[in-house]
Structures are given as structure tokens and as C-alpha cells.
Nanobody
Framework: QVQVAESGGGLVQPGGSLRLSCVAS????????IGWFRQAPGKEREGVAC????????YYTDSVKGRFTISRNNRRNTVYLQLNNLRAEDTAVYHC?????????????????WGQGTQVIVSS
């Protein structure tokens, strides 16, 4: 069964940075396009980033462009999400997930398997 586990969340001040990690078990991450989505209390799930399995192309929702970076290390079977210049509105639980494929509008990404998530809180 496909399993992923996220880590790296925490409490950070506005303008700060975090690096989230997504480690896969029982399968090779590079076989899938991998996305990150977030869910804040009372809000719908929002796809924020995706990295393609075919050519490594990356996709971001507009609100995080220039601040977040998704990358992968196939040797470590890990996908990362670097979060820079964090804002209060970035507060959410972040999940990584396998997808059916990256799309330009990341909010339309179809996620298939995801982990428990890691909490990011941006507050002064």
C-alpha cells in the first residue's frame, strides 16, 4: 500500500521559513507526480504545489508563487516543500500526496494517497 509521511511543520513568525519533507515507503516517489495540499480550519482543501514525475516540471497556486518551492530527491525517496516569507494565511495542515498528474491550476489537482500531514502555524 502506498504510504507517505510528512514532517517539518512548526510555529514560525511571519516572514519566516520552514522546509517540509515527504518520505515515501513501499513505493518509489519518482514514479508519481507528487503534490502538496493544505487545509485550514473551516476552509476547503487547497492544492498548493506539484512536481511532475515525467520531467520535474513544477506548478504552484498563485498565492505561493515566488515563496514556496517544491523539489524532489529521488535517491532519498523524498519530496520537499520549502516555505519562505510565510504569512498568517499560510497557517494550515500540509499534506503531501500522490496525484493523477500535475495540472496548471493546482487547485484542480486530483490527489490519491496522502499522509497525516504536518501543522504549519504562522503567528507572531
Amino acid at each position: 500500500q502506498v504510504q507517505v509521511a510528512e514532517s517539518g511543520g512548526g510555529l514560525v513568525q511571519p516572514g519566516g521559513s520552514l522546509r517540509l519533507s515527504c518520505v515515501a515507503s513501499r513505493f518509489a516517489l519518482d514514479y508519481y507526480s507528487i503534490g502538496w495540499f493544505r487545509q485550514a480550519p473551516g476552509k476547503e482543501r487547497e492544492g498548493v504545489a506539484c512536481i511532475s514525475s515525467s520531467d520535474g516540471s513544477t506548478y504552484y497556486t498563485d498565492s505561493v508563487k515566488g515563496r514556496f518551492t517544491i523539489s524532489r530527491n529521488n535517491r532519498r525517496n523524498t519530496v520537499y516543500l520549502q516555505l519562505n516569507n510565510l504569512r498568517a494565511e499560510d497557517t494550515a495542515v500540509y499534506h503531501c500526496a500522490t496525484t493523477t498528474g500535475c495540472v496548471h491550476n493546482t487547485k484542480d489537482t486530483q490527489f490519491t494517497y496522502w499522509g497525516q500531514g504536518t501543522q504549519v502555524i504562522v503567528s507572531s
